[in-house]
């Protein structure tokens, strides 16, 4: 449908609803970390979220582990995520809980207990929190690198959070893009990852998958049932494998499986045929498990993404741009706020072209530098999670939800330091920023623990 007219939409008069410190869009991975930091760190916070709940991405659309929080030896990602890690995995029923206890990576997501534990830390921090509220609009005087408000619609109307910072953790840059901060989108030619309709599986059997996989010799991502099934037409060709099963309990089991190409999660139209596309390929594939797969023979959908899984749209530009080159050689920046040790996880643009994966050594990640959450043309905002600055390559790993905890946490903590002092994002005292980042448990890198520490790099 093209859209060929426009109207002027009337001026209306708004209250100012909130007059914050700090205000956090998005309550996703990036943006429960900022809000918990910002208050923890002092300053008066919001956190406004779309959604009646927080998770982004980890409960919107079922995305169903957590990447890892090691790099094969140790945590890298410390601080707030691995603290809601630990407090999910202390909320398992028991049996779910011992089978987790000394798993930091690829710990499956219960996404209810993960609801509660969201709600509970963010609340318990003291940030308020304003679900089912979506930002609309900016306020910005004219040529201002300061955003001043929020315009925010929910039930009660259209109203105002007038704020001193911004953090924007919308995973699509989308506040910094309304006030006008260069981007970039996807491959050289706008093509993007595909998105995923991830879904929860009940009445299924996880002892009996496992005697199949030692029985049929196939793999946990069953590569042989799946090339089996696309020979016999019964599931589409593309993704030769299940990306991943990650088992919330022995009966129920979360699946992210196969692909929607040319999904632009910043286009409505795309998101609704992602959904509709989407939930379609989930009942084939349904059906493809029952008949294919022991342990699924009487699978029952409890419940699709409520939107598709997007894994990439815009990439804020911000004052450095990290790259496949710092990835590769593991550079340290002066600025490391976080350190990431996941893999360059690209997934097909199209069902034709391969999928790009590239992993570091054991032991060994790179820094994310302060500066690649500064939005260039921006004073008061940053841009922490999917949306961070880098290349696209980049993007692919460290866009996963421990390293969106951690750009978060570190945004948040900035974002306290400066409306402590007045001053913009640039003004905030790095060592001083890195140090309380340490001393509130994050995990910053050898050189700069040792610096932080005296010698002690732990
Ligand atoms: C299919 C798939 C599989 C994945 N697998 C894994 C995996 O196994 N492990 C892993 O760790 N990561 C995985 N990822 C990546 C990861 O889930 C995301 O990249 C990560 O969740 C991004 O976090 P975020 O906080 O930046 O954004 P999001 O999780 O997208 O959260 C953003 C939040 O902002 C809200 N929001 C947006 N705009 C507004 C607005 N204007 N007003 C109010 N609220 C707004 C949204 O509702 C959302 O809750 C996967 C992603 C996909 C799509």
Redesign the pocket.
């Known amino acids: 449908m093209n859209r060929v007219n426009t109207v002027t939409l009337p001026a209306i008069e708004a209250e100012i609803a909130y007059d914050v410190d700090v205000a956090v ?7 429960i970390a900022a809000a918990i930091a910002a208050v923890r760190n002092g300053a008066r916070t919001l956190i ?4 009646g709940f927080f ?4 409960t ?2 079922l ?5 890892p929080f090691t790099d094969h030896e140790k945590p890298v990602i410390r601080g707030i995520g691995l603290e809601l890690l630990l407090e999910m995995k202390r909320r398992f029923k028991s049996d779910y809980r011992a089978r987790f206890e000394k798993r930091l990576d690829w710990v499956p997501i219960d996404p209810e207990i993960l609801k509660r534990v969201y709600d509970d830390t963010v609340l318990a921090s003291g940030s308020a929190v304003l679900f089912h ?4 609009q900016i306020l910005r005087n004219e040529n201002s690198r300061r955003i001043e408000g929020l315009v925010i619609h929910n039930k009660s109307g259209t109203s105002v959070v007038r704020c001193g910072y911004v953090i924007d ?4 840059g ?1 506040i910094a893009a309304l006030a006008g901060a260069p981007f970039q989108k996807g491959g050289d030619d706008g093509e993007l990852q595909p ?2 309709m ?1 879904y929860l599986l009940t009445n299924v059997d996880r002892i009996r998958f496992e005697e199949y996989l030692k029985e049929s010799g196939d793999t946990d991502q069953i590569p042989l049932a799946v090339s089996k099934a696309q020979e016999n037409g019964d599931l589409p060709h593309g993704r030769k494998e299940v ?2 099963f990650a088992w919330v309990a022995d009966y129920l089991v979360g699946v ?1 499986f196969g692909h929607v190409f040319g999904i632009d999660g910043t286009n409505a139209e795309d998101l609704t045929r992602g959904a509709i596309d989407g939930r379609k390929l989930v009942e084939i594939q349904v059906q493809f498990l029952s008949k294919y797969v022991p342990g699924f023979e009487k699978a029952h959908v409890v419940a699709t993404g409520e939107q598709i ?3 990439e749209t815009r990439r804020i530009v911000g004052d450095y741009v990290l790259t496949q080159d710092d990835f590769l050689e593991m550079r340290s920046f002066e600025d490391d706020i976080g350190r990431n040790s996941y893999f360059i996880d690209i997934h097909l643009a199209t069902s034709k072209s391969k999928m790009e994966i590239k992993h570091l050594p054991p032991g060994k990640s790179h820094g994310v530098p302060y500066r690649s959450l500064l939005p260039v043309s921006l004073d008061n905002v940053w841009v922490a ?3 961070a600055s880098s290349d696209r390559v980049v993007q692919g790993s460290l ?4 390293n ?1 905890f951690a750009m ?1 946490q570190a945004a948040g903590t900035a974002a306290a330091m400066a409306a402590s002092k007045g001053g913009s994002n640039r003004d905030v005292d790095i060592p001083a920023l890195q140090k309380t980042l340490i001393d509130q448990g994050a995990w910053l890198g050898e050189d700069v623990q040792a610096r932080v520490n005296g010698s002690r790099a732990d």
């Open positions: 869009v998005g309550g996703g991975a990036a943006g406004i979220e779309q959604r998770g982004g991405m980890g919107v659309s995305v169903p582990a957590f990447c509220t979506s930002v609309t953790a919308t995973g699509d989308y998105g995923t991830c990306s991943g992210n899984g997007i894994r999670g999917r949306s866009r996963v939800m421990p969106c978060g």
